[in-house]
């Protein structure tokens, strides 16, 4: 450990200094479904409920994401 923090005060960098992190990414429900799988009533049910609330979630993201570029557009938020 304290010869990567003398290399890097030195300016060396290790090999994997720019190694891109790739975050994981969560599955959403609509890719969830499109598996082909046998499912039962109750599941696919279930599935859609979970579609339903990510589509109300996304709406009332877009929707406060515009309230706020309207207040940005109309000067509220220059000082």
């Not at 450990?1 to 060396?12: S, V, Y």
Request: proline share 3%; charged share 35%; aromatic share 8%.
């Amino acid at each position: 450990m304290d010869n990567e923090r003398w290399l890097f005060e030195k300016g060396c960098f290790l090999g994997c200094w720019n190694d891109d992190i790739v975050p994981q990414k969560k599955e959403t429900p609509v890719e969830s479904i499109s598996k082909l799988q046998d499912k039962d009533l109750n599941t696919l049910l279930s599935e859609l409920e979970d579609i339903k609330q990510h589509i109300k979630d996304v709406k009332e993201r877009q929707w406060h994401l515009a309230k706020l570029i309207e207040y940005h557009n109309h000067g509220f938020a220059q000082s």
